[in-house]
């Protein structure tokens, strides 16, 4: 069974601080994807990454790939209320493949 | 442009019942898979359909069927409801061979 880890599960952080959610497999992914999803909505793509140790940013989120493609992170820079939710790590383990996921972390930004 | 639209959003069905839910891709979209999510955990992967035909599954019985029809828009059923069955289902399409899925509100299923 090809599994995704994601740690730790839940992260509680005053505004304005760092934070990092960790994703890890044993098995090599074709892509990486992270989401973030709030609560009664679905999951919404926040990023795809394809290569690995590639790194992208988006505003203040910072997403890199592992150089083997087994393991991914986000890094939020000085958090902020609206970060709030549950960040999801899913990935094909080959190109096409159905989509995986972790078990997700849930981020909770205090004011 | 409409993202993934999902009907109903919110259902409440006996066990044993049946149900069908119905979702239409984004526009532009022809790919779609089915995803059970249950509370506090991530989507698990029920299938996709491609070219109205059922192209991957995941580890889900035979009681969960579906259907994508010409205009790419899919149905999920699920036959002799349990009360497991209880969990949100979300829908998500994208464009063939680009990587990222756009996601729907999905609909909100409780079995009593």
């Known amino acids: 069974t090809q599994l995704l880890e994601q740690s730790p599960q839940f992260l509680s952080i005053q505004e304005g601080e760092n934070l990092t959610v960790y994703c890890n497999s044993s098995s090599v992914f074709s892509s990486l994807q992270w989401y973030r999803q709030e609560p009664g909505e679905g999951p919404v793509l926040l990023v795809t990454v394809v290569t690995g140790g590639e790194v992208k940013k988006l505003k203040r989120l910072t997403f890199q790939f592992g150089d083997a493609r087994k393991d991914s992170s986000l890094h939020i820079t000085a958090a902020q209320p609206g970060d709030t939710g549950l960040y999801l790590c899913a990935g094909p383990f080959a190109a096409g493949n159905k989509l995986t996921f972790g078990g997700g972390t849930r981020v909770l930004v205090k004011p | 442009d409409a993202g993934v639209t999902q009907s109903p959003t919110h259902l409440i069905k006996t066990r044993g019942q049946q149900v069908t839910l119905r979702c239409s891709p984004k526009s532009g979209h022809d790919t779609v898979s089915w995803y059970q999510q249950a509370l506090g955990q991530g989507p698990q992967f029920i299938f996709q359909?491609?070219?109205?035909?059922?192209?991957q599954r995941g580890n889900f019985p035979d009681r969960f069927s579906g259907h994508q029809f010409p205009n790419y828009s899919s149905e999920l059923n699920v036959n002799a409801l349990l009360l497991g069955d209880s969990a949100l289902y979300l829908c998500?399409?994208?464009?063939?061979?680009?990587?990222?899925?756009?996601f729907g509100s999905g609909t909100r299923l409780t079995v009593v």
């Open positions: 998500a399409s994208r464009e063939r061979g680009n990587y990222g899925y756009t």
């Open positions: 359909y491609y070219e109205e035909e059922e192209r």
